[in-house]
């Protein structure tokens, strides 16, 4: 099991750093392929080399995708996989603090409910039904960067995914493409979260550790949805992220994935 393990992990690694090319081309024009293979071989993808702004003299002061892989299991492998897993983490912190109600999960085409796993007929129903409006259709296990998420709203009837209206058929349709996905309810932003970009959620990443008795906030930072990114807040889908002063709990300054510039204004 331990060689399995190792040899996905080296999957992930060669599609994510040798063969990785976001869909929506983000990155276009902005590293040239002799320039993404040179740093792939030290284990940087493409976002990095321009997040990082890479140079042979700086590339020792950064974190590289492959060695945040090997950091994955650093407190132990079950943590790793609960926090990858969805259905995992809601079934273990479902009972202690508030999630997102998952309404199905669908593996191979087929729809369950998560209570007891019997067979969902008709996945749109759940959706339909619901005093909810909003909801948001995402990989069951974690891929990073936001990708493959999309965004429901159903309202007098009409369907709308990622803003595109459906039918109730094409929606149907659409669902059945899906595979390994769970559809759950979208969290509502705040009104200071809505007046950053009120599109998405807007969420913040907080870093602690333990040291002895003593937990320690490393470092924080706030993101923020744009036009690129939606519909979701990630850094590598687009969005902006702002660095938190952990000191006074102040926004600093903002970047985004396709140059090193310090924003103000969002």
Known sequence: MCVIRKLKKLK???????????????????????????????????QEI????LTRKNHRDYI?????????????????????KKMIFEKFFGNIIN??????????????????MSVVEDPARPLLNSKKSSFILKPAESRGGGQGVHLVTISNKQIN???KQLATDEFIEFLTQLNNYIAVDFIEPNKYAKE???????????TP???GDEILIVDGFHRIGTSKSFPVDNYSSGGIYA??????????YGKTIFDNTHIIYH
């Open 64 to 84: 590289s995708y492959s060695e945040r892989l090997r950091l994955e299991t650093v407190n132990n492998e079950f943590w790793a996989t609960l926090l990858g």
């Open 12 to 46: 992930r690694l060669y599609v994510k750093v040798f063969k990785y090319k976001d869909k929506r081309n983000l990155l276009d024009n902005h590293v040239s392929v002799f320039k993404r293979m040179r740093w792939a071989l030290k284990g940087f993808t493409e």
């Open 209 to 211: 550790v333990r040291d």
């Open 161 to 163: 995914v990622d803003n």
């Open 50 to 53: 321009v997040g990082f702004n």
């Open 243 to 252: 660095v938190i002063n952990s000191d006074t709990g102040e926004l600093t």
């Open 196 to 206: 950053m970009y009120a599109r998405t959620s807007n969420t913040m990443r907080i």
């Open 99 to 116: 999630v997102a109600h998952i309404y199905w999960w669908n593996k191979n085409h087929c729809f369950y409910d998560p209570n007891d």
